[in-house]
């Protein structure tokens, strides 16, 4: 199975564990991270009216929050995140159309849409310079890109995936696979390790120069979330995070050592 076939499947699987991540407030530095991504993420989408497609929805916990006023597109390639996308959206009484489609091959014309959103997709693209062209390719001038991206810089994340990779590496090791199986099944886990060779973290300066080299003007970034994933249980790391969050906003330097950056750019007309 070649990485994409892989990543689909790993999704197409995990449609109700993501939908839940959304579901109370975030009780893990993970989680907070899909919340801040998604809160920054909105702020810069605004509440213009336009059309805006959501590239990578998921289970739809951003796309049925964009505003009202907009003609509302998502697409994402593992069906059964469309189908949960679906219900979201009706049950918030949210008109969205929705597409299953691969994000290197967008089913919609040039310049069709005055804003396009991805969140938590670049990192699981092989090629994402061919998606970053894909998406310019359907954004009309002077809309925006609206995109977040793991930030290889951040220590937080060196340290986070320095450990998952340990720990995958020794589960699939020293656990004879047939006992690994019968436990994460009794935890309702798929046995997979983690996405761990196809996660992507950018360079924030190399991702800025693409950008500006397919045409765009950056208009706002932001990082956020600052604390360690494997210290969850510590509640000292969460509100490490909430202190760090506040004092750098003020300290911009520090602000780069962040898990994620969340960039708002406009395509020149
Ligand atoms: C981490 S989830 C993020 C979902 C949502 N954007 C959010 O922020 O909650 C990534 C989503 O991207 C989708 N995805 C990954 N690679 C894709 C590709 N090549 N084409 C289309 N969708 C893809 C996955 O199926 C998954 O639903």
Not at 140 to 164: Q, T
Request: aromatic share 8%.
């Amino acid at each position: 199975m070649n990485a994409t076939a892989t990543i689909r499947k790993r999704f197409s699987a995990e449609a109700e564990n993501w939908d839940r991540l959304y579901d109370t407030r975030p009780s893990s530095i993970y989680e907070h991270n899909l919340w801040e991504r998604r809160r920054t993420a909105l702020a810069y989408a605004g509440r213009t009216p336009g059309r805006i497609l959501d590239v990578g929805c998921g289970p739809g916990n951003v796309t049925i929050e964009l505003p009202e006023s907009a003609d509302i597109t998502a697409t994402d390639f593992a069906v059964p995140m469309l189908r949960n996308a679906q219900t979201a959206a009706h049950d918030r009484r949210k008109s969205v159309d929705l597409a299953a489609s691969d994000a290197t091959a967008i089913p919609f014309g040039d310049e069709t849409f005055d804003t396009v959103m991805a969140l938590g997709l670049m990192e699981y693209i092989p090629s994402p310079e061919s998606v970053l062209a894909e998406m310019t390719r359907i954004l009309a001038p002077g809309g925006n890109l609206v995109i977040s991206l793991p930030n290889a810089a951040s220590p937080f994340i060196k340290v986070d995936d320095a450990l998952k990779t340990t720990k995958n590496a020794v589960t699939q090791v020293l656990i004879p696979a047939r006992i690994r199986r019968r436990v994460k099944a009794l935890l309702g886990k798929l046995d997979a390790p983690y996405f761990t060779h196809n996660r992507h973290r950018f360079e924030v300066e190399a991702i800025a120069n693409t950008l500006m080299q397919l045409g765009y003007d950056i208009e706002s970034q932001k990082y956020h979330t600052f604390g360690f994933g494997v210290l969850n249980w510590v509640r000292l790391n969460q509100w490490l995070n909430r202190k760090l969050e506040t004092y750098t906003e003020t300290h911009p330097n520090l602000e780069k050592l962040g898990w994620t950056i969340v960039l708002k750019a406009k395509k020149r007309s």
